[in-house]
């Protein structure tokens, strides 16, 4: 049995995707199978790895520090979460007291995120998203979003 174009097309869309998926480097977080566990209004920022938003800085033999803080002058892997994960598209940093780390956001205009950081900043109620560049944070700016949350399950 000969195999047709028509018969490729599927195959060649999936590869297609996949592909472009390894080249943006998209990270995918399932969506729960079950309702949210609370809808809430928060206030959401964008942030990125920079200097300016994670509060490091370059020491005297050009490697990268921590600014501030309890680890001040300590070497810093930049982009590094709390997590210990690299941050990425759908990075969240939360306030721990408030949100524990896996906990799933969806928040309308950014998508699917789950808490994996923490900063010094993100008190109560408020979601920092994480955004490979500095201007799309900025760009995002200081929003307030009704957030679906979606707490961990142990």
Not at 20 to 35: D, F, G, K, S
Not at 87 to 94: H, K, W
Request: hydrophobic letters at 40%.
């Amino acid at each position: 049995m000969k195999l047709r174009l028509k018969h490729w097309k599927p195959i060649a869309i999936g590869v297609g995707l996949l592909f472009l998926l390894i080249l943006t480097r998209c990270h995918l977080i399932a969506a729960p199978m079950r309702r949210a566990d609370a809808v809430m209004n928060m206030k959401t920022t964008g942030y990125c790895a920079c200097q300016k938003c994670c509060s490091w800085r370059v020491n005297w033999i050009g490697l990268p520090v921590y600014a501030s803080g309890p680890l001040k002058g300590k070497i810093k892997i930049v982009g590094q979460t709390a997590s210990a994960r690299m941050a990425r598209p759908g990075t969240v940093a939360v306030d721990p007291k408030v949100f524990p780390r896996g906990t799933k956001f969806y928040i309308p205009g950014y998508g699917w995120g789950l808490a994996r950081d923490t900063g010094g900043d993100i008190k109560g109620r408020h979601l920092d998203l994480f955004f490979w560049q500095h201007r799309s944070g900025e760009k995002w700016g200081v929003q307030d979003k009704k957030v679906k949350v979606w707490y961990p399950r142990d």
